[in-house]
């Protein structure tokens, strides 16, 4: 039984959130985020040892329900909570209360670290934390387009709301690289001017801040596209006052600039990987969703009979190649876990894993996001359904702790320049890890051959990088699968997909035909098929109790269709214009 097992049924989540307006929907967020991470109990333990409580969290089948919610829990403790922690449990115990704060939500943790003119060149950034005479520091947003992005720093729901504003270290007009800096934003009501502490603990590390005046100001984003929205918003600070407090670590110049800014950002890294593992509960759903509205679903066939829609090919093979990947990513995220806790590994390619677990992991669920959505008719369209908005939802996980095109350029560049070596497979003759070698051998030949090598990378492997990536991924993940006794069927299924994400190269390798791979997809569905109801019962179990899609039964429809907001009036006449009164009378 998961955490939220009873949660999922309570009035907070069977509440239509679709039908509210978006404060209203943002305010709801806000209060699963809590609950759900309340029901997790996470710890100061949980975050700073990674354990297996605090991956749950991001694999919790509650996630689907509402994409913000999950955001927010992110946001809550693995970049706020976990980049605080890490401090708190070395230079600065003091800190140790303010997290716990984070954890019970008595506060609202934001992370502010990319600007809206940088994007991905965050090192680069321009906002600015002046080292004062007194010991303060002077926080401020030199230009319109160096305000931080998107961040939900909007007051809401009455609850305190600080971040870690990451800004580039000024001491006496030397700049020191970008450092962290813990800033008070609001109090739950006004943006602060003239900090209170406010439902926060009177041992806080905010109580100290009270005589200080802190100026900032926020311009509220639109919502995104076909995704739950959030109070997403643009912050500037102009000339803020902060206390010596405020600087999350020291004031050293460092000769590694760089690095030290990589590892103060090491929860990025950490998100990257989690937050991408919500594509393992989206798939479920999807997948559970998709499944009993094919069983529900009749069509008359070719004799004339009533056949569900589930009887053909068109049905089964988006849904058992989506239900096929549920159980490989499972087992890749499993492994990838192990892989990114294991400390004699190079830290970069632990970040290295995590990309190519992300990049594999967006793919899969965005394509079935579409392809099954897609299968459900018009019904497929509408949010209530869920599938309709799975597709933006994770488009924002894609971007969000690191762009994967991003991360896939950084990937290619460091392995080809043998910065750090990723694990080799434990398979190497399947033809999956054949396809990765491949494409890595043709990079390295393009660019070997050129006399300049920075202009044959931009012009050939960057292009391609992404491709690249995904083809470590698919190779890790079959290993997984393999390694962890997936059953086959399930494995073959999978092979067939990945084949199928760059079929040119296995045919122009003569290692498959067009007709082969046509084939070989046709044998796995067929052998996996009889499976299916198996499947969907495991599926059922474990993602069944979070389920309140109208679209999956009759009884589920009815009971919907209750809540709609009907139209009628039996006794209204409708007046008929004087000219279709003569048209009438011509007619008769």
């Excluded at 600065?92 to 600007?115: A, H, K, M, Y």
């Excluded at 209530?384 to 990937?411: H, K, P, Q, T």
Aim: hydrophobic share 40%.
């Amino acid at each position: 039984m998961t955490p939220t097992s009873r949660l999922c049924q309570s009035d907070l989540f069977q509440k239509r959130s679709e039908v509210l307006s978006r404060d209203a929907r943002v305010i709801l967020s806000y209060d699963r985020a809590k609950a759900i991470g309340l029901a997790h109990s996470i710890s100061l333990h949980d975050l700073l040892n990674l354990t297996q409580k605090f991956w749950n969290i991001h694999v919790d089948p509650i996630v689907p329900l509402d994409g913000g919610a999950s955001t927010l829990l992110t946001i809550q403790y693995n970049l706020v909570a976990g980049t605080l922690a890490r401090f708190a449990a070395t230079t600065r115990p003091e800190l140790i209360s303010l997290v716990d704060d984070v954890l019970q939500w008595n506060v609202i943790g934001q992370f502010c670290l990319t600007e809206l003119g940088r994007g991905l060149d965050i090192f680069r950034m321009k906002t600015s934390a002046t080292l004062l005479p007194s010991g303060d520091f002077d926080l401020h947003t030199p230009s319109p387009s160096d305000v931080k992005f998107m961040p939900p720093t909007v007051p809401v729901k009455g609850i305190p709301c600080i971040a870690v504003v990451f800004a580039q270290l000024y001491v006496d007009g030397e700049c020191r690289g970008p450092r962290p800096f813990l800033v008070y934003l609001n109090d739950g009501y006004h943006m602060c001017k003239g900090v209170t502490s406010k439902q926060v603990h009177s041992n806080s590390i905010i109580s100290t801040w009270i005589s200080y005046i802190i100026l900032s100001q926020l311009r509220l984003l639109p919502p995104r596209g076909g995704s739950t929205p959030l109070n997403h918003s643009l912050t500037s600070f102009d000339h803020v006052r902060l206390p010596p407090s405020a600087l999350l670590g020291d004031l050293d110049k460092s000769d590694t600039i760089h690095s030290d800014f990589m590892s103060s950002i090491w929860r990025v890294a950490v998100g990257s990987l989690a937050l991408s593992s919500t594509a393992i509960p989206l798939l479920q759903m999807s997948s559970y969703i998709a499944a009993r509205y094919f069983q529900r679903r009749h069509i008359t066939g070719v004799h004339g009979n009533p056949v569900p829609i589930l009887s053909y090919r068109t049905q089964q093979l988006p849904l058992l190649t989506a239900i096929s990947q549920i159980f490989v990513l499972k087992a890749l995220f499993k492994w990838a876990v192990g892989q990114f806790m294991d400390e004699s590994l190079d830290v970069r390619a632990r970040h290295g894993i995590a990309a190519c677990c992300k990049a594999v992991m967006i793919q899969h669920v965005q394509l079935a996001s579409i392809s099954l959505s897609e299968r459900l008719g018009a019904q497929g369209l509408f949010e209530c359904n869920r599938l309709s908005n799975f597709f933006s939802e994770m488009r924002g996980v894609s971007i969000a702790e690191g762009d994967i095109l991003g991360l896939s350029m950084r990937l290619v560049g460091d392995t080809l320049a043998q910065k750090y070596a990723l694990p080799s497979s434990t398979h190497p003759d399947d033809p999956l890890a054949f396809h990765e070698v491949s494409l890595f051998e043709e990079a390295i030949k393009a660019v070997s051959s050129s006399s300049d090598f920075t202009q044959a990378f931009m012009q050939y492997v960057q292009p391609r990088s992404q491709l690249m990536a995904e083809s470590i991924g698919h190779r890790m993940a079959y290993d997984a699968a393999v390694d962890q006794g997936v059953p086959k069927s399930l494995i073959d299924m999978y092979i067939v997909h990945a084949i199928k994400m760059d079929p040119a190269w296995y045919v122009e390798h003569g290692m498959f035909t067009r007709q082969n791979i046509a084939h070989m997809e046709d044998a796995a569905l067929s052998a996996l098929l009889p499976r299916l109801d198996d499947l969907l019962t495991e599926l059922e179990a474990e993602i069944g109790p979070y389920v309140n899609a109208p679209i999956t039964s009759d009884e589920r429809w009815d009971e919907f269709s209750k809540t709609l907001p009907v139209y009628s009036s039996p006794e209204a006449v409708v007046p008929v214009p004087q000219e279709h009164r003569v048209l009438q009378r011509a007619m008769l």
